[in-house]
C-alpha cells in the first residue's frame, strides 16, 4: 500500500534552535518527494523538491534530505523563527497507469516558542 | 499577481443541503485539483481535471460533483450524499497533469453542515 509516514506528530522548539522533520515512504513508483509548509487556515505552499537522483537541497533556512534507498526524507530548520511555526507535509508523486498521483503525508506540526 | 482563489473562505450549511464551493485560477494552468483536509489524515483527492471538459473521480469522489466549462474554473458541489461534509476543502492546480511541477493551492474553504 503506498503511505508517507512523518514524524514526529508535533514538536515545540524555541526560536533560534534547529529542529529535523522526518518522512518515511512506501509509494511506487517513485518520482519526486516535495515538502510543503502549510500555515493554519491556509493552502500548503511548495518548499522544495527532491527527485530520485537528488540527496540534498537548501531553500534558504530550509535543507531537505533524501535517501532513496531507504525511502527516507528529513526536513531540517535552521535557526528557527516565529514565523515557521505551521505544519510540515511530505508529499511522493509518481505515474501509475499513466496517470501522475499524490500520496501526502499526514504533516507535523512545529510551533516556534519566543 | 497570479494565484487560486478559493470562496467562500467559511461557509455554513444545515444537513441535506447541496453547496457549491468557488475555485478560480489565472495561472493559465491546465490540471486542476479538489482535496479534502481533515485532522490527523493527509489530504484525500476528491476529483481532478486535466483539461476544459474533462475530469476524473479521485479516491473518495462519493457525494461530490464538479465541472469544468472553463479553464480558470473548477467549482466543487458538496451534495448531500455526502456522509461527513465538513471539512477543510482545498484547491490546487499546476500546468500539466503529468509533469513535475508543483501543485499551487488556493487557501481553502472551511465547511461545516450542521
Known amino acids: 500500500k503506498n503511505q508517507v509516514e512523518q514524524s514526529p506528530q508535533s514538536l515545540i522548539i524555541l526560536e533560534g534552535k534547529n529542529c529535523t522533520l522526518q518522512?518515511?515512504?512506501?509509494?511506487?513508483?517513485?518520482?519526486?518527494l516535495r515538502w510543503y509548509k502549510q500555515d493554519t487556515g491556509r493552502g500548503p505552499v511548495s518548499l522544495t523538491i527532491m527527485t530520485f537522483s537528488e540527496n540534498t537541497k537548501s531553500n534558504g533556512r530550509y535543507t531537505a534530505t533524501l535517501d532513496a534507498d531507504t525511502k527516507q526524507s528529513s526536513l531540517h530548520i535552521t535557526a528557527s523563527q516565529l514565523s515557521d511555526s505551521a505544519s510540515y507535509i511530505c508529499v511522493v508523486g509518481g505515474t501509475t497507469s499513466g496517470t501522475y498521483k499524490y500520496i501526502f503525508g499526514t504533516g507535523t506540526r512545529l510551533k516556534v516558542l519566543a | 499577481d497570479g494565484g487560486i482563489t478559493q470562496s467562500p473562505k467559511y461557509l455554513f450549511r444545515k444537513e441535506g443541503q447541496n453547496v457549491t464551493l468557488s475555485c478560480e485560477q489565472n495561472?493559465?494552468?491546465?490540471?486542476m485539483y479538489w482535496y479534502r483536509q481533515d485532522p490527523g489524515q493527509g489530504l484525500r483527492l476528491i476529483y481532478y481535471s486535466q483539461i476544459v471538459n474533462d475530469f476524473q473521480k479521485g479516491d473518495i469522489a462519493e457525494g461530490y460533483s464538479v465541472s469544468r466549462e472553463k479553464k480558470e474554473s473548477f467549482p466543487l458541489t458538496v451534495t448531500s450524499a455526502q456522509k461527513n461534509p465538513t471539512a477543510f476543502y482545498l484547491c490546487?492546480?499546476?500546468?500539466?497533469?503529468?509533469?513535475?511541477?508543483?501543485?499551487?493551492f488556493g487557501n481553502g474553504t472551511r465547511l461545516t453542515v450542521t
Open positions: 495561472l493559465n494552468h491546465d490540471a
Open positions: 490546487a492546480s499546476k500546468e500539466k497533469q503529468q509533469d513535475n511541477s508543483p501543485l499551487h
Open positions: 518522512c518515511n515512504y512506501t509509494v511506487s513508483p517513485f518520482s519526486n
